[in-house]
């Protein structure tokens, strides 16, 4: 729901001159403009989605996924015959390659029901693979947010966490990457971790949240009663996987032809572009050596230089500048533009 209110839905809340809930507007960079749209509250326990019992593994989100698309498809054949992009941003970085090797391995099938049209997918600032994700001191002291005390302490924190992924202690890696992460907000003394370039949280950005609760908007949503968001905790339904990587996910993609696109705003920190260029350069995948020798080109939004892009087969890398965690927030026109590039093959 923050996807579809906040950034590239339909329509986007809007806030009065105190900062509070004014009503919705028409979005002139939806991504919708040219395409077909579903925003799905994923996992089950997120949103308005619900159940008795939530996901704990990254499989069983993968299947509630599976399951949810082809009952979509039996409501609505007509789109069958559209080609089919799984996009998501953040945690979504595991989301969207697993259901896309889960799709290509069921289409594989001669009994599936219904065999997806998927092509291709993108991943916005995405935790793709925390062992390389989990890694913020050289990035901040780069950018003037440490100093080289700091630094040392972080990187020592990274080290534990990687050595505890590898150790496959999981949840003991989760706990080192929260030490990690409140040890250099608080020496920053900015509690965003969304963009470096802004320190403070604004609560305007979670007023969807009361637009959704509005009886107008759940009679056009048709959810009833159910409370929102769910009132369960999938977070922690799934802690113990957390810092589970999907990198393998994503390779598997790649090696089976599917068109991808990573994307990153160059203030981000949680995801911040020099962890994802890690894991690509430690990623095994039939266009590697293609990837380690291709020049990066810039991006132009108009005349205007927006972001710079990395392409080999049928891998493109995307930083966009001046944005943060969440890209089309922060650059609106930019994101949209992107996209419609992507799914036509302009870019």
């Known amino acids: 729901m923050f996807g579809a209110l906040k950034l590239h839905g339909p329509i986007i809340t809007t806030v009065d001159e105190n900062n509070m809930l004014s009503g919705v507007t028409k979005n002139p960079y939806s991504w919708g403009r ?5 925003y799905i509250d994923n996992p089950v326990g997120a949103g308005f989605s619900h159940s008795q ?8 989100v993968t299947d509630n996924l599976y399951e949810f698309l082809q009952q979509w498809y039996t409501l609505f054949p007509m789109y069958q015959s559209n080609d089919f992009y799984a996009f998501g941003e953040s945690y979504a970085g595991k989301f969207v390659p ?17 065999s997806i049209p998927v092509v291709g997918m993108g991943m916005g600032d995405g935790w793709m693979s925390p062992y390389h994700n989990a890694r913020y001191g050289n990035f901040l002291y780069q ?19 990687q050595d505890l992924i590898d150790a496959g202690q999981m949840y003991e890696a989760w706990e080192s990457w929260n030490n990690e992460f409140g040890y250099f907000l608080n020496k920053m003394d900015c509690g965003y971790y969304y963009n470096i370039a802004i320190c403070d949280y604004d609560p305007a950005e979670d007023n969807y949240e009361e637009f ?6 759940r009679e056009a949503l048709h959810v009833g009663n159910l409370p929102f968001p769910d009132p369960g ?6 802690i113990n996987v957390f810092m589970e990587t999907g990198m393998h996910d994503i390779e598997f993609c790649l090696d089976n032809g599917y068109h991808t696109l990573i994307y990153n705003g160059n203030f981000d920190i949680i995801c911040d572009h020099s962890g994802i260029l890690d894991m690509i350069a430690d990623m095994q ?3 590697k050596a293609d990837y380690d020798k291709a020049s990066r080109s810039v991006y132009y939004y108009g005349s205007e230089v927006v972001g710079y892009l990395k392409q080999a087969r049928n891998l493109d890398i995307l930083l ?5 965690h969440m890209v089309p927030l922060s650059q609106p026109p930019y994101a949209q533009q992107m996209l419609e590039d992507f799914t036509s093959g302009k870019m």
């Open 143 to 161: 950018v003037g947010l440490v100093d080289e005390n700091d630094l040392a302490y972080t990187l020592s924190l990274e080290k534990q966490t």
């Open 34 to 38: 040219k395409h077909n749209m579903i």
């Open 233 to 238: 905790n999938v977070y922690f339904s799934m």
């Open 320 to 324: 966009v500048k001046n944005a943060g």
């Open 53 to 60: 019992k939530y996901p704990e593994t990254q499989e069983e």
């Open 212 to 217: 959704c609760n509005m009886e107008s908007t």
């Open 285 to 287: 995948w039939e266009g």
């Open 98 to 114: 697993s259901i896309v090797k889960r799709i290509h391995e069921q289409n594989m099938l001669d009994d599936v029901a219904i």
